[in-house]
Structure formats: C-alpha cells, structure tokens
C-alpha cells in the first residue's frame, strides 16, 4: 500500500467541503446515524482518518463513498456540524474524475444509470430506470429479479407511480431544453477543472 503524506491536501484542494476533513474527533455519531451504517466498508470517520493517514488508493478506490444516500443523519447529528454528505459525494466525484472506479462496483453502476435516466427530461422514469437496474448484470440475471419483484412492480402500477406507456417516453421537466443548456455548461466547468494532485 502506497501512502501520501499530501492526501488531506489533495482532498481540500478537490472535493467539495475537503477542508472539513481535518475537524473530526472520531466520535462515530456518524456511523450509528446512518441506516446503511452495518454495510460500509468504512464509516465515515474512518475515511476521514484514512485521509489524514495518507491512504490515498485505499480511500479513492473503496466503495463508501458510493453508499451514502443524502439522508442527511450524520450532519443533524454531528457535534462538530461536518458536511459529512458533501464531503461523501465530492470524494465519489473526485474518484471518477481521477478514473478510479470500477466499472463493476454496484453503487456506482446505480448512480451513474439514476443519473443518465434523470438528465433525459428532468424526472425519474421508475420504468426505465427499474428494467435497466434488474438487467444491468445480464439477461439471465434481469429475469430472475423482474421476476422476484412482480409484486413491487404491480403495487407501483396501481398506485399509479409506474405507467407501462413510460416505456415510450414518460414525463419531463416544462423546460427539457434549458435542463440540457444546464448540464452541458455545468459539464463543461467541470472539464475545465484541473485535478490537484
């Protein structure tokens, strides 16, 4: 394992609240706050010792980050008010900039699917989204959970969350074309960043 006593620079200089990294006391209210809190590889504050410690790969290619669900718990809770969230989410970006992520990590895999289904028209389309999370491992794989999930499926249908015809289409934003203009010069900031390292 390669360590870098520059790390904690590197993370203030590119993720998003990275400063804040420093304050935590390794309580771990942030850890019992979170309802994902049994199934991380490392809790919060241990990505934050880890940062401090210098373990840049250990850090940049686990899957933690991925997990956090922006429920907000560990911010309400924190007693030294750390963005915890933000600072989640900006190590996540900061990974896939850097190309650090695995084309096979399910979480990422996820967030990346919810992300292309949601700039389309501004809105979630349950269906599409749903049909392309079951088959995103193959379509043996994809069969066996549509099947398993009929039920959630049916249930969505009649409460009218989930319309067969958004297959075709589905709803949108009122302006889908100032959405687009949106991302497109948000992405074109973001290319202009330059990576600190």
């Known amino acids: 394992m390669k360590y870098r006593n520059n790390f904690l620079r ?25 309802p994902l809190g049994p199934h ?25 980050m991925w997990m956090c ?26 990974a896939t900039r850097l190309g650090l992520v695995s084309e096979n990590q399910q979480t990422n895999k996820f967030a990346q699917r919810f992300w292309n289904n949601l700039t389309k028209k501004g809105r979630v389309n349950e269906l599409k989204l749903g049909l392309s999370l079951y088959f995103m491992n193959g379509i ?3 069969i066996k959970t549509s099947l398993k999930m009929q039920k959630v499926g049916l249930g969505m249908w009649k409460t009218k969350r989930m319309d067969p015809m958004e297959i075709l289409g589905g709803h949108g934003c009122k302006d889908t074309s100032g959405l687009q203009a949106m991302l497109k010069k948000a992405s ?5 960043k330059k990576v600190k390292v």
């Not at 669900?69 to 900061?94: D, F, K, Q, V």
Request: proline content about 6%; aromatic content about 6%.
């Open 10 to 34: 590197e993370v203030e200089a590119n993720v998003e609240e990275g400063e804040w990294v420093k304050r935590c006391m390794q309580c771990g209210v942030c850890a019992g706050s979170c």
């Open 40 to 64: 991380w590889e490392h809790p919060p504050q241990e990505i934050f010792m880890m940062i401090r410690a210098g373990k840049r790969e250990e850090v940049l290619g686990s899957d933690s």
């Open 140 to 142: 043996p794989e994809g």
């Open 69 to 94: 669900t922006s429920c907000y718990n560990c911010i309400a809770r924190c007693p030294r008010e750390l963005p915890i969230t933000h600072i989640m989410h900006g190590l996540a970006h900061y």
């Open 188 to 192: 074109e900031i973001e290319a202009a």
